[in-house]
């Protein structure tokens, strides 16, 4: 008699993971997503094999599509750009004149005399430009011969005096006239120089103050000699400290020039209060208004007195 064999019985029983607690290493279910991963192997590498070739057709149709149409387009429009450029690059007469400092301004010459063959020369000049500065040397001539050649410097939208001092004459030089020369340009680098007026209003906070002019005829100082008499203070309210700072003096009768001085100040240091008292020759009357300004090149690192280290200025 035949054995009746149930009809489940030949086949394999699947083994279900997931009743078997994972104690230690792989869970139950990672052990099941490789042995996925192995029964499907093939198939998965197929799937990855026909990505890559797609992928490859499409960078390889890109790649070919852009090269045809450079060849056939791109070229010429290239080369229209290029000379397009070009006629763009191409500056004209009237642009440079727009990016060139205007030329700085001069009055007439004025002389003054200090003694016996003795004048004075003065000349006022202003600089019309906001963010030009210039150097530059001047000169002044009797009938067309040079008397006096010195140099000089103006900083942006400054207007100030140069003269010539004590220079002898025979007699009252006629024909006076004065020149600009040598003049060079420079422009205050705005990322250097952010805010020109607050640095130049810092560098060149020197107060004159307790001016005093007493003409020679009430100085005592000569009888023979016509020995006016100045004092002033001068007060350094900066926070840097100065080899030298030259000040020009100035004398007025109405807005008139009467007379003209120079006064240089050595080792300036800040925040110094310094008296000053010098003497002047020549025939003057007290003068209704004086004007006693520094000059110094703000822009030049050697006016400062030098630190270790090589730091220019006092911070």
């Known amino acids: 008699m035949e054995e009746k064999k149930l009809p489940n019985e030949n086949k394999e029983k699947e083994i279900d993971l997931s009743r078997y607690p994972s104690n230690f290493g792989p869970s139950s279910r990672k052990l099941a997503l490789g042995l996925w991963i192995i029964e499907h192997r093939k198939r998965l590498k197929t799937a990855l094999i026909v990505f890559l070739a797609v992928v490859a057709g499409i960078s390889w149709s890109y790649t070919i599509y852009g090269f045809a149409y450079y060849i056939v387009r791109g070229m010429n429009e290239d080369e229209s750009l290029a000379s397009q450029i070009t006629r763009d690059l191409v500056v004209g007469h009237d642009y440079i004149l727009e990016l060139a400092p205007a030329d700085l301004v001069f009055s007439s010459p004025q002389i003054f005399k200090t003694g016996e063959d003795k004048y004075d020369l003065l000349a006022e000049i202003r600089n019309p430009n906001p963010r030009y500065w210039a150097s530059f040397?001047?000169?002044?001539?009797?009938?067309?011969?040079?008397?006096?050649?010195?140099?000089?410097?103006?900083?942006?939208?400054?207007?100030?005096?140069?003269?010539?001092?004590?220079?002898?004459?025979?007699?009252?030089?006629?024909?006076?006239?004065?020149?600009?020369?040598?003049?060079?340009?420079?422009?205050?680098?705005?990322?250097?120089?952010?805010?020109?007026?607050?640095?130049?209003?810092?560098?060149?906070?020197?107060?004159?103050?307790?001016?005093?002019?007493?003409?020679?005829?009430?100085?005592?100082?000569?009888?023979?000699?016509?020995?006016?008499?100045?004092?002033?203070?001068?007060?350094?309210?900066?926070?840097?400290?100065?080899?030298?700072?030259?000040?020009?003096?100035?004398?007025?009768?109405?807005?008139?020039?009467?007379?003209?001085?120079?006064?240089?100040?050595?080792?300036?240091?800040?925040?110094?209060?310094?008296?000053?008292?010098?003497?002047w020759l020549g025939s003057l009357s007290s003068p209704g208004d004086i004007k006693i300004t520094p000059e110094i090149n703000i822009l030049k690192d050697d006016i400062y007195i030098k630190y270790e280290g090589g730091i220019g200025e006092e911070k």
């Open 137 to 279: 040397s001047y000169c002044f001539s009797v009938d067309n011969k040079e008397a006096d050649c010195e140099e000089g410097f103006i900083l942006p939208e400054e207007t100030k005096i140069v003269s010539a001092l004590a220079k002898d004459f025979r007699s009252r030089p006629a024909g006076l006239t004065f020149a600009i020369k040598k003049i060079s340009w420079a422009r205050v680098n705005p990322r250097q120089f952010p805010d020109w007026e607050n640095f130049r209003d810092e560098h060149l906070n020197l107060a004159v103050e307790s001016i005093k002019f007493t003409p020679a005829s009430g100085s005592g100082l000569s009888e023979k000699l016509n020995l006016n008499n100045l004092e002033f203070t001068i007060t350094n309210n900066t926070p840097f400290n100065y080899w030298e700072v030259p000040f020009n003096i100035l004398l007025y009768r109405g807005s008139s020039i009467i007379g003209i001085n120079r006064y240089t100040a050595l080792e300036l240091m800040s925040k110094e209060k310094r008296e000053v008292k010098m003497s």
